[in-house]
């Protein structure tokens, strides 16, 4: 079930061996993978469902629950403290995201994956009786530590439990959760939202709902094989001692976020892909979160409820970035890791003055938003399809949650420095244009990164 993997002494990937035998005999790529494989995907795919739920209720709610709990706040300063709302939970989120990628390195996936849907079911349902600001920012932060942990677990679970074959389109269909929550989240606002000034109490509350997939999963999850041997090597070189260990082995027992960093080679995938990571995840989350609030002021502008449109702009959005998370596996595993997100990277460079600046018909928005939703919020299934591939088992979910998570405390910035050029100059195309050029660091960076379509994970 598990890939045979070859490695190189410092436990990077070796050379592309051979092609996995079946590959091309035929048979569909689904066809020769079991239930237990099956499972794990729908695990993670929840677990980052959920996640995408809870993630998306901030950003419809964010500016509401601030008039609401702060009504002192200056109109004026509303853009810039919504941003400072969805910073925290950023940060939050890289603190929880590398700390949980740890855990689940030293004691499995399935345990991690647990714990974390767990304590954010927990926080988020507190969020949920706030009585202020300052109080919901305190509950944001311990919430998006929970969420942090999520990702790398499970995105780890699925590269070890499925066929080099069909990797990249698990990892798609994994991701698509995200989008998955964020459709489900607009589409719950939509109806919740006329309720009253306190509707968004109800978004929150909703959140808890993950603690009743806990059991679930704990009973029908299988762990990783590839952890549990890792897990196994790891006891055994430790009690043989530290002097009679080789450098090879040595990498088993020291702390796994140090040595990420000690091995030059996966310290140089650490910068490039933590490159990347930033590139995609202050981008978007610097430009997109004011998705829902560019196209409601549109709307209104010409005539038409502003909260129905920014729930079904949310909807259009992200269904697009929901075909856009599942393409990019399928076309990854096609045509390779690299020319993909390249493709993904300059399309989104291109869609975001495109939606900002020059679409300004409230008709031509929903086919705007469906191609930036592709590839705007689609590309980061090149994280899952990529970083488990860059990473040995026994420090897979440190390197992939490092990458992931890292970038949030410097992409924190992005939402307070979008808002704030919104609040300075009253308009949402400049500050998205300003931040959208860093898609430009991608395109140069990725080039750097090893191809590894088709090869077995490293062990």
């Known amino acids: 079930m598990q890939d045979e993997t070859t490695t190189t002494a410092t436990g990077t990937p070796a050379p592309a061996p051979p092609r996995e035998a079946g590959t091309d005999s035929g048979r569909r790529w689904y066809q020769d993978l079991d239930r237990s494989q099956w499972r794990s995907l729908l695990a993670a795919n929840l677990g980052w469902l959920f996640d995408g739920f809870e993630t998306y209720a901030l950003i419809l709610t964010a500016g509401i629950v601030l008039r609401r709990l702060d009504p002192g706040a200056p109109q004026s300063q509303i853009a810039f403290l919504t941003g400072v709302t969805i910073a925290i939970t950023l940060l939050g ?17 399935r ?27 305190v509950l944001r932060f311990i919430t998006g530590f929970a969420l942090g942990s999520e990702w ?26 995200l989008g998955l929550g964020f459709f489900i989240a607009s589409a719950v606002w939509y109806f919740v939202a006329p309720i009253g000034p306190d509707a968004w109490r109800i978004m929150f509350a909703i959140g808890v709902l993950p603690a009743l997939f806990a059991l679930w999963l704990r009973r029908k999850v299988p762990e990783s094989e590839n952890w549990t041997g890792a897990s196994e090597r790891r006891k055994a070189l430790k009690a043989r001692g530290r002097t009679e260990l080789t450098e090879s082995e040595r990498s088993f027992t020291r702390l796994t976020l140090r040595q990420i960093m000690a091995d030059p080679k996966l310290r140089k995938l ?49 269904a697009g970035a929901i075909l856009g998370y599942v393409s990019f596996g399928f076309l990854a ?11 993904y990277f300059a399309a989104s ?70 808002g704030w050029i919104i609040s300075q100059l009253g308009g949402y195309g400049i500050a998205a244009t300003v931040v959208g050029c860093i898609y430009i660091l991608g395109l140069v960076v990725a080039p750097f990164c090893p191809e590894t379509r088709g090869r077995p994970l490293p062990e």
């Open 93 to 109: 989120w890289g603190m929880g995201g590398i700390l949980g990628g740890i855990f689940a390195d030293y004691f499995g996936r």
């Open 111 to 137: 345990r991690a994956l647990l714990t974390s849907m767990v304590l954010y079911a927990t926080f988020t349902g507190l969020s949920a009786l706030s009585w202020s600001w300052a109080s919901f920012l």
């Open 152 to 177: 790398g677990t499970g995105t780890s679970l699925v590269a070890e439990m499925w066929p080099a074959k069909a990797r990249a389109k698990a990892a798609g269909l994994m991701q698509c959760g």
């Open 270 to 318: 650490t910068i490039l892909g933590s490159l990347m990571s930033l590139v995609t995840t202050l981008a978007w989350w610097g430009i997109s979160t004011w998705v829902p609030l560019y196209v409601s002021g549109l709307a209104a502008g010409q005539g038409h409820s502003a909260s129905a449109w920014a729930s079904g702009a949310g909807m259009i959005y992200n």
């Open 333 to 343: 595993d096609r045509f390779g890791r690299k020319p993909t997100v390249l493709l």
């Open 349 to 418: 460079l291109v869609m975001t003055p495109v939606l900002f600046l020059w679409t300004h018909s409230i008709g031509l928005v929903v086919v705007v938003l469906i191609i930036n939703g592709f590839f705007t919020l689609g590309q980061y299934t090149w994280m899952p399809v990529w970083l488990p591939e860059f990473y040995p088992t026994h420090l897979r979910a440190t390197g992939a949650a490092f990458v992931f998570n890292a970038a949030r405390f410097i992409a924190f910035l992005g939402p307070l420095l979008s």
